[in-house]
C-alpha cells in the first residue's frame, strides 16, 4: 500500500480501539470486532441485521462461515481469508464456508479502513487480523472446552475442528462447544495483540494447495455473480452511451419509436450530480431483450462537449508538450542532482517510451441492480471500492450514503474495473424514476467505448554513465492522466518531494526502483487533456504497467550502449545500498532464479531467437512482491513476435495456497504479454474505437506460450500476487525482442510494423 | 409462444420469435448459469448446445431452437459430475469463472465426439472462447483429464459389457 494511503472512512475499524468479541447466541458462536463498548456489545451479542459485525461465525452443526470483506474477482481471496482463519482456528478445510460482505463499515480492512480491493494488498494487509481472529476462536473455544471437560485448557489439542485431552481421550467438536453454549470470551485489542501466533513451522494450512472454496460453484452455473441477480417485480434497464467518451451532454430523446416496442416503459436520460458519466440515456423494458430493442430505437441528439475531436494523437501531442517544459509535474523522486551529473557524465542515453489506452473488458459486462425499498437503497452489483460505489450511488440517488446497502456479488473479472462505480447511476436513476427495481447490464460496447481505461502514457528517461559504465545519473518524467486524483479522496494521493502538492503516485509507483542511482529525478505530470477525455482507472497493476516497461527498456538500452550483459548490469545496479537494503537484495535473488530457470545465456538460440530480461518490485515501492521474468520470443522477418517461453519468479515471502499464487502468476503474466502484444484501444473525435472483442483483441488460447513460475516463499511476510508478474512481461519481452533481430521498440503494444520498422533502422 | 426443449423438459416461453437464446433461456427460465459476454459470438460465455452441437446462444434466436434439444450447464450433468466439470475442480481451473459455463460446453461438444484430442485439435477447438482471467493452460490439461477419465471409463464400461 502506498503510505499515504490511509483511514478513508470517518469511522475506521483501527484495532486499537476495538474489541474483539466472542460469545455464543442462538445461532451459534459468533465472532468478530464490537463497534462500541465491550458492556454494550454483550448485552446485545447477536448482532443486529445491518450491522453483523462479524469476521466468522460457526454454526452449531460446526460449519465456520467466513465473511471476506475483499471482492473476490478470480482471486479467491474469499478462501484464502478462510484458511489463514483456519489455520489459527484449528478447523478442518471441509468445515470451511465464506460468504460476502456488505458494504457495513465493520467488514472495511483493518488495515486501510474501507472496503476497497486492489493493489494486491487484500493478502498482506488482512493476514495478521485473520489470523488474530482464528486464533481468539480457538483459545474461547478451548477455554469452554476445557471447563467442559473438567481438565486444564493448556492440556487440549486443537485439529481439524475437535478439542481432544490426550490424558483422558476425551474430546469435543467445535460444533459441541458451539451447542454446549458455554463459549464467552471477551478480547480486548491488547490481548488480541497479546495472542502469539503460530510460527511457519507450526503451519498445517497456511502453504497447503487446499481447494479453493468457490470453484466447485463456478463449474455448475450456480455461482452467483451481479449480473445474475433476479428480484420480484424487477425490470431491465438498456443503456445508451454517447459517441464521445466524456464530456458529451444530451440536447433531446425522441422515444416514438421505442414506445413501439413491446414491454417498454421508459427512457431516462440521466443526471448524474456525481459527474461520474456524461449524457447516458438508459432504456427501461420488462426484458433485456426488449430494453436493448427499445434503446436501439431511441433518436438521441447530442452536444460533444469539448473533447469531441481529440484523438489518440492529440493526447500524445498534448503528453510532449507538458513533458518539455521545465516546470510541469511535481517530483515523486529527488535524489541528488541528474542535470548537473549529466554534464559530467561520458555518455547519455535519452528516450521515449509510450503505452496506449487499454481496456480492461472482463468477460462480465458492467451491471448493476438497484431497488428502493423502504428508506434504504439496496444495490446489488460486484464491486471493489463498495466505501465509494455506496457513496456514488447514494449521491445519484439524492440520499445519503448510510441509506446504501451494497450486496456484493461474485465479480465476474474485476482488473481495477470495479473500482469504479459508473454502472450504479442509471441503476439508481432508472429504479427512482420508474419505482421498480431496475438491472443495468452494459452491452460489450458500452463497456468498451465507456470504460475507465489504464491511461495512454508519455515517458522520457534520460540516463548518464561514466567512463566505467556506471548509471550516475536518470531522470524520468511520467506523463498520464491521473486516475486515482479522480476518486477525489485526497488521501490517495502523496505528496510531492518539492512540495508543490499532491501527486497521484498511481502514475509513477514503480519509478521509485531498487537500483542505486545516485543522482534520479521522476516527475509525475498530469496530462489535463488526458484526464479530461479519458477517465481513467486503475487496470490490473497500475503504474508499475507503464513505469517498469520505460525503466527497464531503459536499462537495457544501457547494457546494450555499455556493452554489459542486461541482466549482470541490473545485479550491479541492486547492490542494497542505502535505502534499497533489503528489497534490492531479495529482487537479485529472484532475477537469478530466473535466469537460471530459463537457462539464460547458457545456450545458443536460433537465429532471430532472443531471451530478454526484467525485474520489478511491483506494486509499490512498500508493499512488493519480488519479481523477475526472462522471456524467450521468436521474431519472424516480418517483424511478428511468438513468445516461446515466459519464466517468472516471484518472491512473495510467505505462501498462503501455492496452486492460487501459481494460478494467479501465471494468468498476471498472460495480461503482461497480452498488453505487451495484443491489446490496444484508440481514441478518436473523442470517442474510444474499439468495441468488442473482433477489434480489441486479448490473447486467445492460440496464442499461449509455455509459461514458467517459480514462487519463492522464504518466510518472509506474505505479499500480494495478483498483479506484480503484469508488469514484468513487457519489458521482458521488449528487450527479448532486441536480443533476437536488434529490434528496439519503445511503444506498447509492440507490433509486428514496429518491430520491422526497428528491424530497418 | 414457442416451445422448448430445455435440458430434457418441454417449456414454452413468452418471446418474439428473433429474441435471442441467451435471453430467454437467463430471465424466462432463470437459469443464470449462461452467461452474457459480447453479444456478438465473439467470446463464447453464451455457450449451449443445440442438439449436441455447441452455439452461441446470443446468435441463436429462439425461433432456431425451437424442435431442437436444448442443453445449458444446467443440464449438462445430473449433478454437476461430468468429467470436464470433475477435472475443472481436480485442475483447479476456474478464477473469476464467468466464461467457465461456456467453456465446459465448448469443450463437452468435443468430447462427445472424440474422447481422445489432440492438443492443436482442443486448441482449434476452443480458441473462441475467451478467458480474461487466462486460464487457458488449466481448461487444455483439464479437457485432457477429462478425455482420459471418458477414455477409461468407456473402457471399463465395455469390459463390464463383454463379462
Known amino acids: 500500500m502506498n503510505k499515504h494511503v490511509k483511514n478513508l472512512a470517518p469511522e475506521t475499524t483501527d484495532l486499537s480501539r476495538r474489541s474483539f468479541l466472542v460469545g455464543t447466541a442462538a445461532t451459534g458462536l459468533v465472532l468478530g470486532y464490537a463497534g462500541s463498548g465491550i458492556d454494550q456489545a454483550l448485552a446485545a451479542p447477536a448482532p443486529a441485521n445491518f450491522e453483523p459485525s462479524v469476521w466468522y461465525s460457526i454454526a452449531p452443526d460446526g460449519l465456520v462461515t467466513v465473511t471476506c470483506g475483499k471482492a473476490d474477482m478470480g482471486q479467491h481471496v474469499a478462501s484464502t481469508m478462510a484458511q489463514i482463519v483456519a489455520e489459527e482456528l484449528g478447523a478442518s478445510w471441509k468445515d470451511m464456508r465464506v460468504q460476502l460482505a456488505s458494504n457495513d463499515p465493520k467488514f472495511n480492512d483493518p488495515v486501510l479502513g474501507a472496503q476497497i480491493t486492489g493493489g494486491s494488498w487484500s493478502t498482506m494487509m488482512n493476514f495478521d487480523a485473520m489470523s488474530r481472529a482464528g486464533a481468539a476462536g480457538r483459545i474461547a473455544l478451548t477455554e469452554a472446552a476445557a471447563t467442559a471437560m473438567g481438565v486444564p485448557a493448556s492440556e487440549l489439542v486443537v485439529r481439524a475442528s475437535t478439542i481432544s485431552h490426550p490424558k483422558s481421550k476425551k474430546s469435543m467438536s467445535f460444533a459441541d462447544v458451539v451447542k454446549s453454549g458455554k463459549a464467552t470470551k471477551t478480547f480486548t485489542a491488547d490481548d488480541l495483540k497479546a495472542i502469539k501466533l503460530k510460527t511457519a513451522d507450526q503451519y498445517t494450512m497456511i502453504g497447503v494447495s487446499v481447494p479453493q472454496l468457490d470453484i466447485p460453484l463456478k463449474v455448475n452455473g450456480t455461482a452467483k455473480y451481479g449480473i445474475d441477480v433476479m428480484l420480484p417485480g424487477m425490470v431491465y434497464g438498456a443503456l445508451v452511451t454517447p459517441p464521445v467518451r466524456y464530456g458529451a451532454t444530451v440536447k433531446s430523446v425522441d422515444d416514438s419509436a421505442a414506445k413501439k416496442v413491446p414491454g417498454f416503459i421508459k427512457a431516462v436520460t440521466l443526471d448524474d450530480k456525481t459527474t461520474t458519466t456524461t449524457g447516458w440515456v438508459v432504456a427501461v423494458a420488462n426484458t433485456y431483450a426488449n430494453a436493448k430493442k427499445a434503446a436501439e430505437a431511441l433518436k438521441i441528439s447530442y452536444d460533444g462537449g469539448p473533447n469531441a475531436k481529440l484523438s489518440s494523437e492529440s493526447l500524445f501531442a498534448e503528453a510532449k508538450r507538458l513533458q518539455g517544459l521545465s516546470d510541469s509535474g511535481e517530483f515523486f523522486v529527488k535524489d541528488g542532482d541528474p542535470n548537473a551529473a549529466f554534464g559530467s557524465a561520458a555518455k547519455v542515453l535519452e528516450a521515449d517510451y509510450t503505452t496506449n489506452i487499454n481496456i480492461h473488458a472482463p468477460m462480465e459486462p458492467m451491471n448493476a441492480t438497484a431497488e428502493f425499498k423502504g428508506d434504504i437503497l439496496h444495490i446489488y452489483s460486484g464491486n471493489q471500492f463498495a466505501t465509494r460505489s455506496g457513496a456514488i450511488a447514494a449521491g445519484a440517488a439524492g440520499i445519503d450514503p448510510k441509506f446504501v446497502v451494497m450486496h456484493q456479488m461474485w465479480l465476474g473479472g474485476g482488473f481495477g474495473r470495479r473500482l469504479d462505480a459508473d454502472m450504479m447511476v442509471p441503476a439508481v436513476q432508472a429504479a427512482k424514476a420508474t419505482g421498480k427495481p431496475v438491472k443495468v447490464i452494459y452491452t460489450r460496447e458500452n463497456d468498451m467505448t465507456m470504460d475507465f481505461s489504464r491511461p495512454l502514457t508519455f515517458q522520457k528517461i534520460k540516463a548518464g554513465v561514466d567512463g566505467d559504465g556506471k548509471i550516475v545519473a536518470l531522470s524520468h518524467d511520467v506523463v498520464s492522466a491521473w486516475p486515482t486524483q479522480r476518486w477525489g479522496i485526497p488521501d490517495f494521493l502523496t505528496p510531492s518531494v518539492d512540495k508543490k502538492g499532491p501527486l497521484d503516485s498511481f502514475t509513477v509507483n514503480g519509478s521509485d526502483f531498487f537500483y542505486t542511482v545516485p543522482n534520479h529525478y521522476v516527475r509525475a505530470i498530469k496530462n489535463e487533456m488526458a484526464h479530461n477525455a479519458t477517465p481513467s482507472g486503475q487496470l490490473r497493476s497500475v503504474a508499475p504497467g507503464w513505469t517498469f516497461w520505460a525503466v527497464e527498456s531503459m536499462i537495457d538500452e544501457i547494457a546494450h550502449a555499455t556493452g554489459k550483459d542486461p541482466a549482470q548490469l541490473r545485479i550491479s545496479l541492486l547492490d542494497g545500498k542505502g535505502k534499497n537494503d533489503g528489497g534490492a537484495q531479495r529482487l537479485r535473488n529472484t532475477l537469478l532464479a530466473a535466469m537460471g530457470l530459463a537457462g539464460y545465456g547458457t545456450k545458443q538460440l536460433p537465429k532471430g531467437e532472443g531471451m530478454g530480461v526484467a525485474c520489478v518490485s511491483s506494486q509499490e515501492r512498500a508493499t512488493a512482491s519480488w519479481t523477475a521474468c526472462v522471456a524467450h520470443v521468436a521474431v519472424a522477418p516480418s517483424g511478428e513476435v511468438t513468445v516461446k517461453k515466459l519464466t517468472v519468479a516471484t518472491d512473495v515471502g510467505t505462501q498462503v495456497n501455492p496452486d492460487g499464487i501459481r494460478a494467479q502468476v501465471e494468468g498476471a503474466a498472460l495480461w503482461g504479454m497480452s498488453l505487451a502484444l495484443f491489446e490496444k484501444a484508440t481514441l478518436k473525435d473523442g470517442g474510444i474505437e474499439q468495441t468488442n472483442f473482433d477489434t480489441y483483441t486479448p490473447l486467445r488460447m492460440s496464442q499461449l506460450p509455455e509459461v514458467a513460475v517459480n514462487v519463492i516463499a522464504n518466510g518472509e511476510k506474505a505479499t500480494g500476487v495478483g498483479e506484480p508478474a503484469v508488469t514484468v512481461v513487457a519489458p521482458a519481452i521488449g528487450n527479448a525482442v532486441f536480443n533476437a533481430v536488434g529490434a528496439r521498440v519503445r511503444g506498447l503494444p509492440i507490433t509486428a510494423e514496429a518491430v520491422k520498422a526497428a528491424m530497418k533502422a | ?163
Open chain 2, 1 to 163: 409462444m414457442p416451445n422448448l426443449n430445455i435440458n430434457g423438459r418441454n417449456m414454452s416461453v413468452e418471446a418474439a420469435n428473433d429474441t435471442p437464446l441467451l435471453w430467454v433461456i437467463r430471465e424466462q427460465l432463470q437459469m443464470t448459469g449462461t452467461k452474457f459476454g459480447c453479444g456478438a459470438g465473439l467470446c463464447g460465455a453464451c455457450t449451449v448446445h443445440l442438439n449436441g452441437e455447441a452455439v452461441r446462444s446470443c446468435q441463436t434466436s429462439v425461433s432456431d431452437a425451437v424442435g431442437k434439444k436444448i442443453t445449458t450447464i444446467e443440464g449438462l450433468s445430473a449433478k454437476g459430475d461430468h468429467p470436464l466439470q470433475k477435472a475443472w475442480v481436480a485442475e483447479q481451473v476456474p478464477q473469476c469463472g464467468y466464461c467457465q459455463s461456456g467453456q465446459i460446453m465448448q469443450a463437452a461438444a468435443l468430447l462427445s465426439k472424440n474422447t481422445n484430442p489432440t492438443k492443436e485439435e482442443v486448441v482449434a477447438h476452443m480458441d473462441g472462447n475467451l478467458c480474461r482471467c487466462m486460464t487457458y493452460s488449466r481448461i487444455q490439461k483439464a479437457i485432457m483429464r477429462a478425455a482420459s477419465d471418458m477414455r477409461t471409463a468407456s473402457a471399463t464400461g465395455s469390459e463390464r459389457r463383454a463379462t
